[in-house]
């Protein structure tokens, strides 16, 4: 804590080498504990821009520079100016893209992000770190068409990559791509490292869920038998599995069980709660229906579920309430449920 003497001795160094590369990390820590951060600032911004230190210091420098800037709330796009000095000086070094991208990212520039990883990954195809961090760019946007364009490149320079299969056979789900899913699925059980039991579940479970929905129930049901035996806690798979048990009306006591650990584990998810309350439909205890499906629309009020409400309205229809059950069923057609099924309740006004 002998600040000054500290300082003296800095000078002296300065005096026999000012480019000397300890010397910049010593003097950026002093200005930090002295709590002097522009000046702290100045000194990377010098020696960052400056030729005479190698790129790998220069490096370590940048991300120092950065740390700073967001501890002090800074806008990051000061730093913009450095990498593009770093970029001239050092222009085949590509861990200054995707540094560059990750800066970008937290700049909310996505567009200028994702070149900078696909430059990145151009150079460096057998590293995964570029290809996750565009799928980080494209999924909030659900861009599917980028996720399977990047997924697909991966999975031709890294083909035991469980992650790159599961988003290729995710996005080709979300399109209603279902035999492509599948293929994707299978073929990354069939070739990835899993990294753990509870990756292998989830593999499993998607497999199960594409069999249902293609309409191979036995082999769906055997999937999800498979990944409850790796992660007997998979919620996702202990809840498809309880629903469409009951919708084929088959083990309803195993769909109750199964059921009943999702809400336990997740008491204010509203499929969860749907899903039980539906299994209690199924096994005629209708008031107890009520009562999770009522909870299941409350949890779900900012993004409502037409299934709910038609679950809601056969529920009420059995306990009675005849003319709030056939409002609720309008209001499912309204939220874009059209079925037969719904069509001829509202139409008969009878479940």
Not at 243 to 253: Q, V
Request: hydrophobic content about 35%; some cysteine.
């Amino acid at each position: 804590n002998q600040d000054q003497k500290a300082l003296q001795y800095y000078e002296q160094v300065k005096g026999i080498d000012p480019d000397y590369p300890e010397l910049i990390l010593s003097m950026v820590n002093y200005y930090e504990k002295t709590n002097n951060k522009p000046a702290a600032q100045a000194e990377l911004q010098k020696a960052i821009t400056g030729s005479f230190m190698d790129v790998e210091t220069k490096l370590q420098l940048l991300t120092r520079y950065l740390g700073i800037l967001q501890q002090n709330r800074q806008e990051l796009k000061q730093a913009n100016t450095l990498f593009e000095s770093l970029f001239e000086q050092h222009p085949n070094n590509r861990q200054l893209n995707m540094i560059y991208g990750n800066v970008l990212m937290l700049q909310n520039d996505k567009e200028g992000a994702m070149e900078q990883f696909e430059i990145y990954t151009k150079d460096n195809p057998g590293d995964p770190a570029g290809y996750e961090q565009m799928i980080r760019i494209a999924l909030p946007d659900e861009d599917l068409e980028k996720i399977k364009e990047v997924t697909t490149e991966a999975l031709k320079h890294l083909p035991k990559e469980p992650q790159f299969y599961f988003y290729l056979g995710a996005a080709h789900y979300q399109q209603k791509n279902y035999k492509e899913a599948l293929r994707v699925f299978e073929e990354g059980l069939k070739n990835a490292v899993m990294l753990s039991p509870a990756m292998e579940s989830d593999f499993h479970g998607q497999i199960g869920d594409l069999n249902y929905f293609l309409g191979n129930k036995d082999i769906a049901f055997g999937c999800y038998e498979k990944a409850l035996k790796l992660n007997p806690q998979n919620l996702p798979v202990l809840n498809n599995y309880s629903y469409y048990l009951s919708l084929e009306k088959r083990d309803l006591n195993k769909a109750e069980q199964m059921s009943g650990i999702t809400i336990k584990a997740d008491p204010m998810n509203p499929t969860y709660l749907d899903t039980y309350g539906w299994v209690l439909f199924e096994q005629g205890s209708y008031l107890m229906a009520k009562i999770y499906i009522e909870k299941a629309m409350e949890y779900s009020k900012e993004n409502p579920s037409a299934e709910v409400y038609e679950h809601y309205g056969d529920v009420l229809f059995k306990t009675g309430e005849r003319e709030k059950a056939i409002e609720q069923w309008k209001k499912a057609k309204e939220l874009g449920r059209d079925s037969k099924k719904l069509n001829k309740k509202i139409k008969t006004r009878k479940l």
